[in-house]
């Protein structure tokens, strides 16, 4: 009779077991929407990634307690929390899970996703490529001081050049010019300013 029994008793110490586990992702999830609502992203990021290693697999109706039904969208919410925390390769890797998943696809919060999305994507910046792009300029700058500096020594153009204050200014005016830029690109470079390299 005990052996007979003992598949119950399994039962339902597997259900008591599972018990805390299944309440601990949500009280994981509604506490990360609730620092999510309070603009406490880090903590939002925090209890949201605790909800997705509990239950990763979002679903469009899940009962939260009594007679509440909500989707449950794990990566969609932390992919929120940490767009908004400044973290958009995060963001954006928690937005692909949610899209594969689907079920975001078909929640009014899809809209949403995909607008931060795009802000993400044109926020994700090559700062070493326009970095790049702009010595190359910044190098036919100096160039061109270069060459200009030359003209000044060349024997056939010194009495012209002596003649016209038009050449030293515009030499003078090409290296402040150069030196500013200069200046200019390493401190937006040391900032990681896009913008600015630009």
């Given amino acids: 009779m005990v052996v007979a029994h003992r598949p119950i008793v399994t039962a339902l110490?597997?259900?008591?077991?599972?018990?805390?586990?299944?309440?601990?992702?949500?009280?994981d999830y509604a506490n990360g929407l609730k620092a999510l609502e309070d603009q406490d992203y880090p903590r939002a990021v925090t209890e949201l990634e605790a909800a997705v290693a509990d239950n990763p697999k979002s679903v469009a109706r899940m009962r939260i307690y009594g007679m509440r039904f909500e989707p449950y969208l794990p990566h969609y919410y932390l992919g929120e929390a940490r767009f908004r925390a400044g973290d958009c390769a995060g963001a954006l890797s928690a937005w692909e899970e949610a899209e594969r998943q689907q079920v975001v696809t078909s929640q009014p919060e899809y809209a949403k996703l995909q607008e931060n999305q795009a802000r993400c994507a044109s926020a994700t910046v090559d700062v070493t490529a326009i970095a790049n792009a702009a010595r190359a300029s910044l190098s036919d700058l100096g160039d061109a001081v270069d060459r200009l500096t030359g003209l000044k020594a060349n024997r056939l153009l010194a009495a012209d050049w002596r003649a016209s204050t038009e050449w030293e200014t515009a030499l003078a005016e090409g290296a402040a010019a150069r030196g500013q830029l200069e200046s200019e690109l390493s401190q937006a470079e040391s900032a990681g300013d896009a913008a600015g390299i630009e």
């Avoid at 110490?13 to 009280?27: E, M, N, T, V």
């Fill in 13 to 27: 110490l597997a259900g008591l077991l599972a018990g805390p586990a299944l309440a601990d992702f949500k009280r």
